[in-house]
């Protein structure tokens, strides 16, 4: 099973980036997915969630009213559109299958992890 999240790199504070998660070998059609994030010298933490069909979402405080989570399931991609980033995103961020069908904030509820990209917000 492997996860893969791509799309980071550098942008200027209050500007837009999209990330993708393309999931590939099974298909995450039932089960919620997320976005989490972690930045230097700190634990990762939930970022964003979405139910297995995406009707259920939930995000940080954070990034609440900010960021996006959808999902298209027939092509197996998450994805997290990001709008006024700030300087304080700026992560490695990560998607993660759960095995639940909704959501959770709760790093342990999620099984299947990829590979992070990095995103950095410049001031």
């Known amino acids: 099973v492997q996860l893969q999240a791509f799309g980071g790199g550098l942008v200027q504070a209050g500007g837009s980036l999209r990330l993708s998660c393309a999931a590939s070998?099974?298909?995450?059609?039932?089960?919620?997915m997320g976005w989490f994030r972690q930045a230097p010298g700190k634990e990762r933490e939930f970022a964003a969630g979405s139910s297995w069909n995406g009707g259920v979402t939930n995000y940080a405080d954070a990034v609440k009213g900010r960021f996006t989570i959808s999902r298209d399931n027939a092509k197996n991609t998450l994805y997290l559109q990001m709008n006024s980033r700030q300087p304080e995103d700026t992560a490695v961020y990560s998607c993660a299958a759960s095995v639940y069908s909704v959501p959770g904030r709760n790093l342990a509820l999620y099984r299947y992890w990829g590979q992070g990209t990095q995103v950095t917000v410049s001031s």
């Open positions: 070998r099974r298909t995450f059609s039932n089960n919620a």
